[in-house]
């Protein structure tokens, strides 16, 4: 079914990790290994897609930073072996990171999306809404502008 995800996707999908290295390793090892048994789908014409990484569930500790750190050595310096891929980049690590918050678990709870139930948070860290338009910005930026605009429903900006 994953293949099936992959192979139908746009050109881009996101992979979702825990900043703990050695599950960021085997996520890299495994899709790999996938998109390498893929690519003979190059040949009728499916693109196979880069992935995007976003790390969730980020704290502000020594450990996460020093995973973050590792993370981006391996994502930059590319420490994985593309040459089956053509040695292609093919991951991208985002930038907006989502943070072991509380507010995230009461979005689940109460069944409703995170950015409709924290637009500001005296944290010294983003609130919820500008967590997800950073995302959405990120992922798609064609279209940031209707994020900002839809990002109020007040009609006014509130993220910034």
Known sequence: MTELSLLSSTG????????????????IRGSLHMLTRLKTYENYGIRLPDISILVNCIENTLLDREAMDGLAAIINEKHYDASALGNRDVYRLLDTRIEALDIFKLGHVKQQPVHRLEYKTRRKGPAAAVTMHDLASELFPE?????SDVSDPGGASCLR
């Open 12 to 27: 881009n999908v996101m992979g979702v990790v825990k900043p703990i290295l050695p599950d960021v390793r085997e996520f």
């Open 143 to 147: 279209w940031q502008s209707h994020f």
